[in-house]
């Protein structure tokens, strides 16, 4: 298990299904969550490749933090087939400070343990992490 700077560690199966789905493409999603009591990052829940964003968006609860990785399909205005691997904050205003405080402070050291992510978005509310937000940031 690797050790964050906030004392967190990394649960190797995070590191694990992070792989699956940026090499296997066996997974469209991935949310993980901060054990607090056992002070590391977890899976929490995996989505499947047939899953849609809404699936996705829908997975992440509407008053706590949580990290999530999503493998985004888009054809570019060349036509051309492409996917980015998007990596979400996701901290609602609605949570608890002391939950918000603990994501923020090891979110760069968990993001640094999965290789690959090519876009990051920061949101507190689903507007800020719509399909229209990510797609204008993998171009």
């Avoid at 939950?99 to 999965?114: G, N, P, V």
């Amino acid at each position: 298990m690797a050790n964050a700077a906030s004392g967190m560690a990394v649960h190797d199966d995070c590191k694990l299904k992070f792989l699956e789905l940026k090499a296997k493409r066996t997974h469209r999603f991935i949310v993980f969550k901060i054990e607090e009591k056992q002070k590391q990052v977890i899976v929490e829940k995996l989505g499947e490749p047939t899953d849609s964003y809404e699936d996705f968006a829908a997975s992440l609860p509407a008053n706590e933090c949580r990290y999530a990785v999503y493998d985004f399909d888009y054809v570019t205005d060349e036509n051309c087939q492409k996917s980015r691997i998007v990596f979400i904050a996701w901290s609602p205003d609605t949570s608890k400070v002391r939950s918000k405080m603990i994501y923020a402070s090891s979110k760069d050291r968990f993001k640094r343990e999965l290789d690959g992510i090519q876009v990051e978005l920061q949101a507190t509310d689903p507007t800020e992490m719509g399909l229209d937000v990510i797609r204008s940031r993998s171009n």
